[in-house]
Every structure is written in C-alpha cells, then in structure tokens.
C-alpha cells in the first residue's frame, strides 16, 4: 500500500506532510458505484481482543508519562514504552515518542484527541506541532488536548532504518518504466537492495511494525492519559490506523474521524491498481484545469485530458532518455523517475495544480527541472542538505508487514501491465512496476485482507472525496459500509482529505461530532 500522510495548511506543508501513497502506500482506483459484495464480504472480520487487560501487559497500561518541554512553545513531549513483541511481553520494549498541546480554554474540557496525519511513516508528531496542535479549528483547540504519537518505526519512535542520503538519491532515481532486461534487471536490484538494507540496519524492529501493533499500541496510550475512551482524528493511512483500533477495541471507541478512508478488504495488488486508476482521475481533473490556463505546456483550450496525457507522457519519454539540469547541488538531473513522482505529488492538493503548471512549463520548455524535482524532494522528504526523512523506510517496512506483496517477481508485473496501463495511461506502467517492491522484502507479511466491523463501537465517521487520488471514494464507501456504527460523509471535489481544506461544509460536520457527538446525518454530502 502507499497512501501519503494527509495535507497541513499550507500547499508546501500539505505535500511535505502528506504524501504516502502507495507503492509507497501506492494504490488506487475511482469508482462512483456503492458497495457490492466485493467489498470485503469474502474476508474474515477483525476480531475484536478481550476486553480486560492481560496481567503482562499492566505494567504498560500502568506507566506514568512524564512530560517535558519540546523546544517547540507550546507543546509538551514524553516517551511511552509498549512490548515489542505483543505475544512476548518480556521480551523487550520500544520506546515511542508522544507529544500533546494542551487545550487552551475557554470551555469544558473534553479530554484528549490523537491525531495520525497517515502515511505509514507520516510523523503525527510533526503532524501535531506544525499543523494540528495550531491549525485546527479553535473550538476544537480549546476543548481537546491535542495528542500525537509516532508511530512505532516512524520518525521519533525507534525509526526504521535502510538506505543512507546518497544511496536514496539513487533509489529514487531508479528507472521505473524498463524498456530491456538491463533496466528490468537494475529495478529489480534497487529494490533488492532497499530490502536487504532494511534487514540488516533494522533487524530487530522490522517484524514488529504492523497497524495492529501501533493500533495496540494506541491503547496503551489512552490508558496512560487517563481516558476511557479514546477519540481520533486519523487521515489517509491514518484511517487504517483507526479502523484497526476500533475493530481490536470497540468499547473504547469515542469520537472517531476517518478521513481519506482505506479499505481494510482489499488485497495489495488490487489497492495498487485502485489507486493508479485514481491518479489518473486526479490528472485528468488537472488537465481540465491546466488547458484553461495561456501558460500550460500541455495544450490550450481544445485539449482533451487524453491529448494533455499523452504530451505529459511523450515528455517523460524524453526524459527517460535524456534527464535535464535541475540546478541540483548534488548533481541531480531531473529524469522520468523523479519527475513522475514530482507530477504524482501536486496531485494530492489541488492547491499545488498552479506549482505544477510553472514547474511542467519550466522543464518542459526551459529544460529547468528544478520544479519538479523540489515537488519530488517534498514528496519523499529529503531537504536541501540531501538528507531523507525516515517516510519511505518506515512505508515500506509497514505496508510489506500488513499484506502479501503485490507481486512476487517481474514476470507478474509483466502479466499485470495492460490492467494498471488501462487504468492510468499516463502513471500505469510506472506504478505497476512500483507495486514489486514488498516482492524482496525480508520478512514474511503477518496481515491479510480483512473485513472491519468494530461491532458495538460508538459512531464512527468516514469521510470521502470523489476525486480522491490516493484513497479513492469507494474505498471510503466500503469501510462505512463494513463498519456497524459507520457513517459516511461525503465531500464531491478533488485532493486527498478533506477536513481542514476549505469546505465550511465538512468542516461544521465534523467539529460539531467532535464537540458534541453527533454525527453528520446519514448520505450528507458536501462541496
């Protein structure tokens, strides 16, 4: 899976802050239909855990947080120990890095409110101090302590560890549409090598790092901070994240937001083509927009998205071949790699759409590549002095934890490229090749597509976007529908997410559930 972390505030922060997708959680298809039988009835539910507390894990749901000062005004941080190993509590610990900005009054108290931005690998932290903890609404800030936790593996908590900076400059350079077998042959090695740098420099952590685990882990969390329920706010993978809480731990649910929801029933190849389908929808929303612009290098007024995408792909053909100057300190071209990826990140945001239209006519036209490559950089979180977020380590190590990998060798990527291609003629055969990357991982997946019911949880909300690039809305769909307490609110637009980008709509819907629990009512949609 590769879903990004959802968006902050700002255009460059939304994109820093939220672009897991799917091969990195790379996934996706857009389809208007409602749920079918397909949609997770030929899987087994969560079950949920027994409701009192194993004598091994008291010590854990005991513990006393100690918070102190984050250097950040403000917020306080403190350092939570849960078992590494759930089924061998005396086995050792991982340590993981919480932080919260406490609520500021006026009004009663509510209590706490985790937040989770998605990823896997998104930092909540980070999440928290740069968007959540000062940009949400104020009625909500004044009545919640704020809360976040890194995830285990993620960022501040125990982070997983594979390539160093120069390394994933290469990485992310990889060729991922081969024209020969040195090409297939050199993909196939990139990914090997990423694999078995994760294996050797994060042996210990790597087969503990999967959503039941964090969700488990969440629990912990909301014993020590004194809540008996606990009440969420998770975005894009952060939805998987809840979802999972809430079919483990059903009675504890409180006030639940999911938001850009995934689709726990859903296999990895199947979430891969979804998704593909649904950047592609994202493009043609783009293009739409782009063609009624003087500057867009990819037609004027009588384009159609078709005509738009096959400029956009004849362009990275052409750099495919022959990559340009990017202004790069460390010597980076921009190639059809990493101007793929840099096209794929404004899709999350059509705020970024007017980023993407400068930067597609400097290097499209100028031969400067330097835009796109910074929305590229901003997509894996690498800064300026070549040094990479742990987003795409922590990604991978997750994803090939929850599900079988998509593909288990190149020939099936090979048998598989007439689906993604009809599902996105631009990004299809680029993502079906992205989707190999669990095929070399070193641990066995433990997860399987399953069904959530999260039978006798208090009302959870699902939010959908209809032209949602990474979680497409009949993914959103299904989990309302597989949820007994699930109810659906739809936003008709395009990005990923859609509380806190600009529709008063969603926006009242939530923060009313959130302040007083009543949900949206049952089919609201909004725009």
């Known amino acids: 899976m590769h879903t990004r972390p959802s968006p902050g505030t700002r255009t460059t922060a939304r994109l820093t802050a939220a672009l897991l997708m799917a091969a990195t959680l790379l996934v996706s298809a857009c389809s208007s239909g409602g749920p079918t039988a397909s949609d997770g009835a030929a899987h087994a539910a969560l079950a949920a855990l027994p409701r009192a507390t194993p004598a091994a894990l008291t010590p854990y749901y005991t513990q006393r947080l100690t918070w102190r000062s984050c250097g950040v005004p403000g917020f306080q941080c403190a350092t939570m120990k849960a078992p590494l190993d759930y089924a061998r509590p005396g086995a050792g610990d991982v340590r993981l890095a919480v932080a919260r900005k406490n609520a500021t009054g006026p ?71 081969p024209d020969d077998q040195r090409e297939r042959d050199a993909l196939v090695t990139a990914d090997q090598e990423f694999a078995q740098s994760c294996g050797a420099h994060s042996a210990r952590l790597l087969r503990h790092v999967s959503t039941v685990e964090a969700a488990r882990d969440m629990d912990i969390l909301r014993s020590v901070l004194g809540e008996q329920r606990l009440n969420y706010v998770g975005a894009s993978y952060g939805t998987f994240l809840g979802a999972t809480y809430a079919g483990l731990f059903p009675g504890r649910v ?19 083509l979804d998704q593909t389908a649904g950047f592609e929808t994202a493009f043609q929303a783009f293009a739409k927009d782009c063609v009624r612009h003087t500057d867009c290098p990819l037609g004027g007024s009588g384009t159609t998205p078709g005509q738009a995408g096959d400029r956009l792909k004849a362009f990275f053909r052409e750099l495919d071949a022959h990559p340009i100057p990017a202004g790069d300190a460390d010597g980076r071209r921009l190639g059809e790699a990493l101007a793929t990826i840099g096209v794929i990140a404004a899709m999350y945001d059509q705020s970024a759409w007017e980023q993407l239209r400068e930067a597609l006519t400097s290097a499209m036209q100028d031969h400067d590549g330097a835009g796109l490559l910074a929305l590229a950089d901003t997509y894996y979180e690498r800064d300026a002095s070549g040094h990479y977020s742990n987003l795409m380590m922590a990604n991978a190590a997750v994803n090939c934890l929850d599900l079988p990998p998509a593909f ?87 990005g990923h997410t859609a509380y806190g980008r600009g529709s008063t709509c969603i926006d009242s819907a939530i923060d009313t559930y959130l302040l007083t629990g009543t949900p949206p009512a049952e089919g609201k949609r909004c725009s």
């Open 107 to 177: 009004g009663k108290p509510l209590g706490s409110l985790l937040v989770n931005p998605g990823g896997p690998g998104g930092s909540a932290i980070a999440y928290l101090q740069q968007y959540a903890g000062v940009g949400y609404p104020t009625g909500i800030r004044a009545r919640y302590d704020i809360v976040a936790m890194d995830p285990r593996g993620v960022a501040r908590s125990e982070p997983v560890e594979c390539l160093d900076g120069r390394q994933m400059d290469a990485f992310t350079q990889t060729d991922q549409t």
């Open 254 to 272: 409180g006030r639940m937001v999911l938001d850009g929801a995934m689709d726990p029933s859903l296999d990895a190849r199947t979430m891969n």
């Open 408 to 494: 288990t060798g190149p020939d099936q990527v090979e048998k598989a490229l007439p689906a993604f291609e009809k599902a996105s003629p631009v990004f299809g055969e680029g993502l079906a090749w992205a989707s190999l990357n669990c095929a070399y991982w070193p641990v066995e997946a433990t997860g399987v597509p399953h069904r959530i019911e999260a039978r006798g949880a208090a009302p959870i909300v699902v939010v959908g976007t209809t032209r949602d690039p990474a979680t497409p809305y009949r993914w959103a769909q299904s989990l309302a529908h597989q949820l007994s307490s699930g109810r659906l609110l739809t936003y008709v637009g395009d």
